[in-house]
Protein backbone atom coordinates (compact mmCIF):
# COMPACT_ATOMS: atom_id res chain seq x y z
CA UNK A 1 0.00 0.00 0.00
CA UNK A 2 1.84 3.40 -0.82
CA UNK A 3 1.30 6.64 1.06
CA UNK A 4 -0.51 9.05 -0.70
CA UNK A 5 0.62 12.66 0.29
CA UNK A 6 -0.09 14.76 -2.41
CA UNK A 7 -2.67 17.46 -3.09
CA UNK A 8 -3.54 15.79 -6.06
CA UNK A 9 -4.64 12.68 -4.05
CA UNK A 10 -5.90 14.68 -1.03
CA UNK A 11 -8.49 15.60 -4.13
CA UNK A 12 -8.89 12.17 -5.80
CA UNK A 13 -8.29 9.56 -3.00
CA UNK A 14 -11.22 8.68 -0.33
CA UNK A 15 -9.18 6.67 1.73
CA UNK A 16 -5.44 7.65 2.47
CA UNK A 17 -3.36 5.07 4.05
CA UNK A 18 0.23 6.02 5.40
CA UNK A 19 2.48 3.35 6.99
CA UNK A 20 5.44 4.73 9.18
CA UNK A 21 8.76 3.55 9.74
CA UNK A 22 6.94 1.88 13.51
CA UNK A 23 4.56 0.00 11.63
CA UNK A 24 1.32 2.65 12.53
CA UNK A 25 -0.74 2.73 9.87
CA UNK A 26 -3.11 5.46 9.13
CA UNK A 27 -5.80 5.35 7.21
CA UNK A 28 -7.23 8.84 6.21
CA UNK A 29 -10.59 9.40 5.19
CA UNK A 30 -10.76 11.90 2.69
CA UNK A 31 -13.84 13.26 1.01
CA UNK A 32 -14.23 16.62 2.87
CA UNK A 33 -16.53 17.82 0.43
CA UNK A 34 -19.23 15.73 1.38
CA UNK A 35 -18.07 15.36 5.27
CA UNK A 36 -16.51 12.21 4.94
CA UNK A 37 -19.92 10.46 4.01
CA UNK A 38 -19.09 6.53 3.05
CA UNK A 39 -20.30 5.37 -0.43
CA UNK A 40 -19.31 2.08 -2.00
CA UNK A 41 -16.49 3.26 -3.10
CA UNK A 42 -14.93 4.45 0.26
CA UNK A 43 -16.16 1.11 1.96
CA UNK A 44 -14.25 -1.06 -0.99
CA UNK A 45 -11.14 0.68 -0.30
CA UNK A 46 -11.46 0.44 3.42
CA UNK A 47 -12.16 -3.13 3.38
CA UNK A 48 -9.06 -3.52 1.12
CA UNK A 49 -6.89 -1.78 3.42
CA UNK A 50 -8.28 -3.75 6.47
CA UNK A 51 -7.16 -6.64 4.70
CA UNK A 52 -3.67 -5.55 4.22
CA UNK A 53 -3.27 -4.27 8.18
CA UNK A 54 -4.40 -7.94 8.96
CA UNK A 55 -2.05 -9.54 7.23
CA UNK A 56 0.99 -7.36 7.30
CA UNK A 57 3.05 -8.38 10.19
CA UNK A 58 4.70 -5.08 9.86
CA UNK A 59 1.50 -3.40 11.60
CA UNK A 60 1.27 -3.06 14.40
CA UNK A 61 -1.31 -0.18 14.94
CA UNK A 62 -3.95 1.30 13.19
CA UNK A 63 -5.44 4.92 13.34
CA UNK A 64 -8.25 5.90 12.13
CA UNK A 65 -8.47 9.85 11.20
CA UNK A 66 -9.92 12.64 8.95
CA UNK A 67 -9.00 15.56 6.81
CA UNK A 68 -11.50 18.82 7.08
CA UNK A 69 -13.25 19.73 9.83
CA UNK A 70 -15.85 16.57 10.15
CA UNK A 71 -14.70 13.34 11.28
CA UNK A 72 -17.87 11.12 9.17
CA UNK A 73 -21.31 12.10 8.30
CA UNK A 74 -22.17 8.33 8.17
CA UNK A 75 -23.43 7.23 5.31
CA UNK A 76 -23.46 9.67 1.59
CA UNK A 77 -27.37 10.20 1.33
CA UNK A 78 -26.95 10.61 -2.49
CA UNK A 79 -25.23 6.53 -2.07
CA UNK A 80 -28.74 6.24 0.25
CA UNK A 81 -31.27 7.91 -2.29
CA UNK A 82 -29.46 5.54 -5.57
CA UNK A 83 -29.55 2.07 -3.66
CA UNK A 84 -33.12 3.31 -2.27
CA UNK A 85 -34.50 2.71 -5.90
CA UNK A 86 -32.60 -0.51 -6.57
CA UNK A 87 -34.49 -3.86 -6.08
CA UNK A 88 -34.00 -5.38 -2.23
CA UNK A 89 -31.50 -8.34 -3.03
CA UNK A 90 -29.11 -5.77 -4.33
CA UNK A 91 -29.90 -2.96 -1.74
CA UNK A 92 -29.08 -6.02 0.49
CA UNK A 93 -25.68 -6.96 -1.03
CA UNK A 94 -25.25 -3.25 -1.03
CA UNK A 95 -25.45 -2.66 3.02
CA UNK A 96 -23.84 -6.36 3.72
CA UNK A 97 -20.46 -4.49 2.29
CA UNK A 98 -20.79 -1.60 5.11
CA UNK A 99 -21.64 -4.48 7.66
CA UNK A 100 -19.10 -6.74 6.87
CA UNK A 101 -16.50 -3.33 6.79
CA UNK A 102 -17.17 -2.24 10.32
CA UNK A 103 -17.24 -6.29 11.15
CA UNK A 104 -13.70 -6.40 10.16
CA UNK A 105 -12.34 -3.55 11.90
CA UNK A 106 -13.71 -4.64 15.21
CA UNK A 107 -11.73 -8.22 14.75
CA UNK A 108 -8.86 -6.76 13.63
CA UNK A 109 -6.12 -8.32 15.41
CA UNK A 110 -4.63 -4.85 15.77
CA UNK A 111 -5.13 -2.13 18.16
CA UNK A 112 -7.26 0.40 16.52
CA UNK A 113 -7.50 3.96 17.32
CA UNK A 114 -10.06 6.78 16.34
CA UNK A 115 -8.61 9.90 16.27
CA UNK A 116 -11.74 11.99 16.19
CA UNK A 117 -10.38 15.70 15.43
CA UNK A 118 -14.28 16.31 14.00
CA UNK A 119 -18.29 15.75 14.53
CA UNK A 120 -19.46 12.53 13.80
CA UNK A 121 -22.94 11.24 12.36
CA UNK A 122 -24.50 8.03 12.09
CA UNK A 123 -21.94 5.90 10.55
CA UNK A 124 -19.16 8.09 11.72
CA UNK A 125 -19.98 7.38 15.50
CA UNK A 126 -20.28 3.49 14.12
CA UNK A 127 -17.01 3.47 12.90
CA UNK A 128 -15.53 5.15 16.14
CA UNK A 129 -17.50 2.55 18.13
CA UNK A 130 -16.39 -0.29 16.32
CA UNK A 131 -12.90 0.87 17.30
CA UNK A 132 -10.70 -0.32 20.51
CA UNK A 133 -10.02 2.90 21.40
CA UNK A 134 -11.24 6.59 20.55
CA UNK A 135 -9.55 9.90 21.38
CA UNK A 136 -12.20 13.07 20.71
CA UNK A 137 -11.29 16.86 20.30
CA UNK A 138 -13.08 18.23 23.17
CA UNK A 139 -15.03 20.54 20.56
CA UNK A 140 -17.19 17.99 18.35
CA UNK A 141 -20.42 16.48 18.52
CA UNK A 142 -22.49 13.45 17.76
CA UNK A 143 -25.11 12.03 17.28
CA UNK A 144 -27.24 9.17 15.19
CA UNK A 145 -30.25 10.87 13.70
CA UNK A 146 -31.05 8.16 11.08
CA UNK A 147 -34.71 8.21 12.50
CA UNK A 148 -34.80 11.78 11.67
CA UNK A 149 -34.56 11.09 8.02
CA UNK A 150 -36.66 7.80 7.97
CA UNK A 151 -33.56 5.33 8.32
CA UNK A 152 -32.65 3.47 11.29
CA UNK A 153 -28.81 2.85 12.11
CA UNK A 154 -28.94 -0.84 11.66
CA UNK A 155 -25.44 -1.97 10.69
CA UNK A 156 -23.48 0.07 13.33
CA UNK A 157 -25.79 -0.57 16.04
CA UNK A 158 -23.81 -3.62 17.19
CA UNK A 159 -21.02 -1.45 17.94
CA UNK A 160 -23.00 1.54 19.33
CA UNK A 161 -24.91 -0.85 21.46
CA UNK A 162 -21.74 -2.57 22.67
CA UNK A 163 -19.90 0.30 23.65
CA UNK A 164 -23.13 2.78 25.43
CA UNK A 165 -25.20 -0.65 26.36
CA UNK A 166 -29.13 -0.61 25.47
CA UNK A 167 -30.57 2.37 27.55
CA UNK A 168 -28.20 5.27 26.42
CA UNK A 169 -28.80 3.54 23.16
CA UNK A 170 -32.68 3.80 23.18
CA UNK A 171 -32.37 7.23 23.69
CA UNK A 172 -30.04 8.22 21.06
CA UNK A 173 -31.74 5.62 18.53
CA UNK A 174 -35.02 7.12 18.71
CA UNK A 175 -34.66 10.54 19.39
CA UNK A 176 -31.70 11.55 16.87
CA UNK A 177 -30.49 14.40 19.24
CA UNK A 178 -27.09 15.67 19.20
CA UNK A 179 -24.43 15.24 22.31
CA UNK A 180 -20.94 16.87 23.17
CA UNK A 181 -17.60 15.20 23.69
CA UNK A 182 -18.21 15.13 27.17
CA UNK A 183 -21.32 13.40 27.40
CA UNK A 184 -19.76 10.79 24.27
CA UNK A 185 -17.41 10.23 26.81
CA UNK A 186 -19.37 10.06 29.70
CA UNK A 187 -21.01 6.90 27.78
CA UNK A 188 -18.23 5.53 26.86
CA UNK A 189 -18.28 5.98 23.13
CA UNK A 190 -14.91 7.95 23.26
CA UNK A 191 -12.19 7.20 26.59
CA UNK A 192 -11.07 10.77 26.38
CA UNK A 193 -11.89 14.41 25.12
CA UNK A 194 -8.51 16.57 24.89
CA UNK A 195 -8.78 20.27 23.61
CA UNK A 196 -8.29 20.55 19.72
CA UNK A 197 -3.98 21.44 20.12
CA UNK A 198 -3.67 18.31 22.38
CA UNK A 199 -5.23 15.60 20.08
CA UNK A 200 -2.22 14.83 18.20
CA UNK A 201 -0.38 14.58 21.31
CA UNK A 202 -2.30 12.87 23.17
CA UNK A 203 -3.12 10.22 20.22
CA UNK A 204 1.01 9.91 20.12
CA UNK A 205 0.93 8.64 23.30
CA UNK A 206 -1.70 6.29 23.05
CA UNK A 207 0.57 4.90 19.88
CA UNK A 208 3.74 4.87 22.35
CA UNK A 209 1.77 2.97 25.14
CA UNK A 210 0.40 0.49 22.46
CA UNK A 211 4.08 -0.25 21.03
CA UNK A 212 5.21 -1.02 24.29
CA UNK A 213 3.04 -4.49 24.17
CA UNK A 214 3.79 -7.46 22.55
CA UNK A 215 1.74 -7.79 19.26
CA UNK A 216 0.81 -11.52 19.80
CA UNK A 217 -0.24 -10.65 23.20
CA UNK A 218 -1.96 -8.13 22.08
CA UNK A 219 -3.72 -9.70 19.51
CA UNK A 220 -4.59 -12.74 22.07
CA UNK A 221 -6.00 -9.83 24.25
CA UNK A 222 -8.31 -8.72 21.82
CA UNK A 223 -9.49 -12.29 20.62
CA UNK A 224 -10.28 -13.01 24.78
CA UNK A 225 -12.57 -9.70 25.01
CA UNK A 226 -14.71 -11.31 22.08
CA UNK A 227 -14.46 -14.83 23.52
CA UNK A 228 -16.02 -13.40 27.00
CA UNK A 229 -18.17 -10.59 25.69
CA UNK A 230 -21.03 -11.21 24.10
CA UNK A 231 -20.85 -13.06 20.55
CA UNK A 232 -23.57 -11.41 19.06
CA UNK A 233 -21.07 -8.83 17.37
CA UNK A 234 -19.19 -11.71 15.83
CA UNK A 235 -22.45 -13.35 14.46
CA UNK A 236 -22.23 -13.35 10.58
CA UNK A 237 -26.34 -14.18 11.09
CA UNK A 238 -26.11 -10.70 12.83
CA UNK A 239 -24.16 -8.93 10.25
CA UNK A 240 -26.76 -10.44 7.37
CA UNK A 241 -30.07 -9.38 9.75
CA UNK A 242 -28.15 -5.87 10.04
CA UNK A 243 -27.92 -5.25 6.55
CA UNK A 244 -31.61 -6.85 5.62
CA UNK A 245 -33.18 -4.05 7.97
CA UNK A 246 -31.24 -1.18 6.91
CA UNK A 247 -31.63 -2.49 3.04
CA UNK A 248 -35.55 -2.96 3.61
CA UNK A 249 -36.22 0.49 4.88
CA UNK A 250 -33.72 2.53 2.87
CA UNK A 251 -36.61 1.82 0.01
CA UNK A 252 -39.20 2.47 1.83
CA UNK A 253 -41.60 6.22 1.52
CA UNK A 254 -40.39 7.37 4.83
CA UNK A 255 -37.30 6.57 3.90
CA UNK A 256 -37.52 8.87 0.38
CA UNK A 257 -38.94 11.61 2.19
CA UNK A 258 -36.58 11.93 4.78
CA UNK A 259 -33.22 11.82 2.42
CA UNK A 260 -35.25 13.89 -0.58
CA UNK A 261 -36.24 16.68 2.15
CA UNK A 262 -32.31 16.22 3.51
CA UNK A 263 -30.98 17.47 0.23
CA UNK A 264 -33.51 20.02 -0.66
CA UNK A 265 -32.80 21.45 2.99
CA UNK A 266 -36.69 21.24 3.88
CA UNK A 267 -38.54 19.99 6.68
CA UNK A 268 -39.50 16.43 6.32
CA UNK A 269 -43.50 15.77 5.56
CA UNK A 270 -44.08 12.36 8.12
CA UNK A 271 -47.62 13.06 7.64
CA UNK A 272 -48.59 12.20 3.92
CA UNK A 273 -46.79 8.81 4.49
CA UNK A 274 -49.49 6.35 4.93
Same mark, same amino acid.
Given at each position: ???????????????? &???????? =? *????????? *???????????????????? =????????? +?????????????????? *????????? =?????????????????????????????????????????? +??????????????????????????????? +?????????????????????????????????? #?????????????????? #?????? #????????????? &????????????? #? +??????????????????????????
Amino acid at each position: MRNSDSKKDLESTPLI &SKVDQRGI =N *RLILSRPAV *RNAFDEVLVDEFVKHLKYAK =NNDYIRVLV +IESVGETFSAGADLTWMK *RMADSGLDE =NIKDARKLANMLHMLNILEKPVIAKVQGSAFGGGVGLIAASD +IAIASSEVKFSLPEVRLGLIPATIAPYVIDA +IGRRASSRLFLSGETFSAEEAKDLGLVHECVSPE #KLDLRTEGMINDLLMCAP #KAVAEA #KKLIHYLSDNHIK &SKSLIEETARRIA #K +IRSSDEAREGINSFLEKRPANWTRIK
